[in-house]
């Protein structure tokens, strides 16, 4: 049984911190596209980033560019999510994906398998 299992997120002010996991089981995760998406109250949900099996190849949505950093722990079956310079744009539950095919079908939210989701909530 696959199973992909959030964890860290939390309540932040604007400008600061937080790193995100992701500890997947049940999977070859070294074969897996990983990456992170996220929905915001009253929206859908959207592409954050991702990331190549290897972690060699990186992408990322325009929004996080330059503030949010992915990678990936294939020893631990571990993908993270670095976020810098919150803003309270980035409230939002962060969910863990993986699919064994490519990362575009991560970016359309039609992957293999879906984490529970993390609660983000930035304050202003």
């Known amino acids: 049984q696959v199973q992909l299992v959030e964890s860290g997120g939390g309540l932040v002010q604007a400008g600061g911190s937080l790193r995100l996991s992701c500890a997947a089981s049940?999977?070859?995760?070294?074969?897996?596209?990983m990456g992170w998406l996220r929905q915001a109250p009253g929206k859908e949900r959207e592409f954050v980033a991702a990331?190549?099996?290897?972690?060699?190849?990186?992408y990322y949505a325009d929004s996080v560019k330059g503030r949010f950093t992915i990678s990936r722990d294939n020893a631990k079956n571990t993908v993270y999510l670095q976020m810098l310079s919150l803003k309270p744009e980035d409230t939002a539950v962060y969910y863990c994906?993986?699919?064994?095919?490519?990362?575009?079908?991560?970016?359309?939210?039609?992957?293999?398998?879906w984490g529970q989701g993390t609660q983000v909530t930035v304050s202003s």
């Open positions: 994906a993986a699919d064994s095919q490519n990362w575009v079908k991560l970016q359309r939210g039609a992957c293999d398998y």
């Open positions: 049940g999977l070859t995760f070294s074969n897996y596209f």
């Open positions: 990331i190549y099996r290897s972690g060699g190849i990186k």
